[in-house]
Nanobody, 125 residues
Framework: QVQLVESGGGLVQAGGSLRLSCAAS????????MGWFRQAPGKQREFVAA????????YYADSVKGRFTISRDNAKNTVYLQMNSLKPEDTAVYYC??????????????????WGQGTQVTVSS
């Protein structure tokens, strides 16, 4: 049973930073892509970033490129999302995701098999 547990959300002022963590368990993730989606109130879930577990190939949505960085620590089975220069439009529930495939440019949420419970990020203006 794959489990993804997010942490690190909170309230921050515009221009500030947060780091989200996602602890993964339940199997070996060397052939998995891991990533983050977000969902703001009244909007559809939006792809944010993804990384392959073994090779660190990354892919970002244009809206976060240059501000967010996804990384992973294989020894800790943990994926991170470092978010800098946060904007009010980044306010959303952020979800950690995983899929048993090494392609990272997958932005359709239906193609991700596993989801965490989500963590709230609120950016005040």
């Amino acid at each position: 049973q794959v489990q993804l547990v997010e942490s690190g959300g909170g309230l921050v002022q515009a221009g500030g930073s947060l780091r989200l963590s996602c602890a993964a368990s339940g199997r070996t993730f060397t052939t998995y892509s891991m990533g983050w989606f977000r969902q703001a109130p009244g909007k559809q879930r939006e792809f944010v970033a993804a990384v392959t577990w073994s090779s660190s190939v990354t892919y970002y949505a244009d809206s976060v490129k240059g501000r967010f960085t996804i990384s992973r620590d294989n020894a800790k089975n943990t994926v991170y999302l470092q978010m800098n220069s946060l904007k009010p439009e980044d306010t959303a529930v952020y979800y950690c995701v995983a899929r048993p495939d090494l392609r990272v440019g997958v932005t359709n949420p239906r193609e991700y098999d596993y989801w965490g419970q989500g963590t709230q990020v609120t950016v005040s203006s």
